[in-house]
């Protein structure tokens, strides 16, 4: 509103000047028409007043008649005065006379000097210029005054429409500054709005344990990126199969139930009251909380040991192949989670080296540089062998062929592609060890066949299975493999499927084994 009063002010300023400018120019214009009108019919014996200045000024100018030089006495003229030069000699010679010559009549250059009391010419020399002007010279002096005056008129007008451009441009920069400057007040309206939802947000966040602020920075906390992981659990687990979606939702009942610590928000309803009374009491407090709730979980029937490793070299960066295996990994996270609570989970991303994250540094990771799967392989053999789990697995997500390897000295060797991958099935072996694996390998999809051959041997020398997939698909393959379901893509076995044998007769079930076949890329 302040923004707007001020460009009104100055709007309406404008508008004074035109209009006084514009009364200024037209009383003028009067004035002028006025002395025109006295000019056409001008009374020489008594000059008016405001003609005096142009009358003058037209008397002087060079292109009047009077102001020309007289024309040149024609050959009779000048002979007769030739002549009557000698008959004065003569004259003078004999002493019949001694007068002196007549003086030579000098032409007289008028100056316009008015009177003073402004009305009667009297003796001045505009007088006597105006005396001696002849009829025809006055006519020629009075359409010479019309002249200068129209041109003086026309000089007003043109005068004054520059004027009025001007004042034209001023108002249209006066708009034009009125527009940004509400642009520039609604835009500062808008950023304190957002500011203040920002901060409201942040405040929000930060009760709920969602962010939290280190070195003066937001950071995201494993509460936010948990809750995003069970977003994505939802939204995968809406393409699975109905009985995949099913077998997600926990373990087999086994009935044997141990008193521990809250753990998860679903288990309150398995709250052991008393114990959790007793515990707040001893602690001091009056109410129950998160540390004092104790309730009855239900002993799983197994033991759980899944390593998720994904490959994070430069070329998962393109296409969104990185940012799909994040997805995929947090959503098969929460739902090993939510089957088995007491399942140990190792994640950790491959480049030159490997790194072991959490579920914040799994969202945070970014690409890398070359592919060290031999490396890969030798920290899931060192997490799986001093594992006590009767369930081992191992998922492996890649998008190409071995390219580094850390050689003996630790150094990370890269460009030699034969060298790379003979480590990598090297460490495939030595995993292959592990009692009660079962390894999947991931091939995100390419254009190069020689990449799906490379996870084909090294898921050959694990005795594991390979998945060619896409990143669309990748979290929907991840949890149908981990839920032992069947692919809906290609899968290619450690050891070659032995051809159906042939049908019976006609009605034989070969065409259900064919068709059967075809999905599993047979």
Not at 73 to 90: D, E, G, N
Not at 146 to 153: C, G, T, Y
Request: one cysteine or more; hydrophobic letters at 40%; proline letters at 5%.
């Amino acid at each position: 509103m302040r923004v707007g009063e001020e460009y009104d002010r100055r709007q309406a300023e404008l508008d004074l000047i035109a209009r006084r400018s514009d009364e200024e120019v037209a009383q003028r214009i009067a004035e002028l028409e006025q002395r025109l009108r006295a000019a056409r019919s001008i009374d020489w014996s008594r000059l008016p007043t405001d003609l005096v200045a142009d009358v003058g000024a037209a008397l002087l100018l060079p292109t009047a008649s009077w102001n020309q030089p007289p024309p040149r006495p024609s050959l009779a003229a000048r002979i007769r005065a030739a002549f009557a030069r000698f008959v004065a000699w003569l004259k003078r010679l004999f002493g019949r006379t001694s007068a002196a010559p007549p003086p030579r009549a000098e032409r007289r250059v008028p100056i316009a000097i008015a009177s003073p009391d402004g009305r009667a010419l009297g003796a001045s020399e505009l007088g006597d210029a105006l005396a001696r002007l002849s009829g025809p010279e006055q006519q020629e002096l009075s359409e010479s005054v019309a002249q200068s005056l129209r041109a003086k008129e026309r000089e007003i007008e043109r005068a004054a429409e520059e004027k009025r451009r001007a004042a034209e441009a001023q108002r249209r920069e006066l708009e034009e500054e009125r527009r940004e400057a509400e642009r520039r007040a609604a835009s500062d309206t808008e950023a304190r709005v957002r500011a203040g939802e920002e901060r409201r947000l942040e405040r929000e966040l930060k009760e709920r344990g969602f962010v939290a602020e280190r070195a003066g920075e937001l950071v995201v906390t494993y509460g936010l990126v948990e809750r995003f992981a069970r977003l994505l659990l939802e939204e995968e687990s809406r393409r699975l199969p109905g009985d995949i979606r099913l077998s997600l939702r926990g373990g087999g009942s086994t009935g044997v139930y141990e008193k521990a610590r809250l753990r998860r928000a679903e288990e309150v309803a398995r709250l052991d009251l008393p114990s959790s009374m007793l515990a707040a009491r001893l602690a001091g407090q009056r109410h129950i909380d998160e540390e004092t709730s104790y309730v009855y979980r239900e002993v799983t029937s197994e033991r759980v040991h899944v390593v998720l490793a994904f490959d994070r070299s430069g070329s998962m960066s393109e296409g969104g192949k990185l940012d799909a295996a994040k997805k995929a990994l947090l959503a098969l996270y929460v739902a090993i989670r939510r089957r088995y609570p007491d399942a140990t989970i190792d994640v950790f991303a491959f480049d030159n080296e490997v790194q072991v994250l959490d579920l914040v540094e799994l969202w945070e990771c970014r690409a890398g540089a070359f592919t060290n799967t031999s490396e890969a392989l030798r920290a899931a053999h060192l997490l799986l062998r001093a594992s006590r789990a009767t369930r081992r697995e191992l998922y492996l997500i890649t998008d190409g062929l071995p390219e580094a390897y850390t050689g003996d000295d630790g150094r990370v060797h890269s460009g030699q592609l034969d060298v790379a991958m003979e480590r990598a099935l090297e460490r495939g072996r030595e995993l292959a060890t592990v009692t009660a694996l079962q390894s999947t390998v991931l091939l995100l999809k390419s254009e190069h066949p020689e990449y799906e051959a490379a996870a084909r041997s090294i898921a050959r020398t694990l005795g594991g299975e390979m998945l060619v997939t896409d990143p669309a698909h990748l979290g929907v393959e991840l949890l149908v493999r981990w839920a032992h379901g069947t692919e809906t893509e290609r899968r290619v076995s450690a050891a070659p499927t032995p051809p159906a044998p042939p049908p019976a007769g006609p009605r034989g079930g070969g065409g259900r084994r064919r068709r059967a076949d075809r999905r599993m890329g047979g």
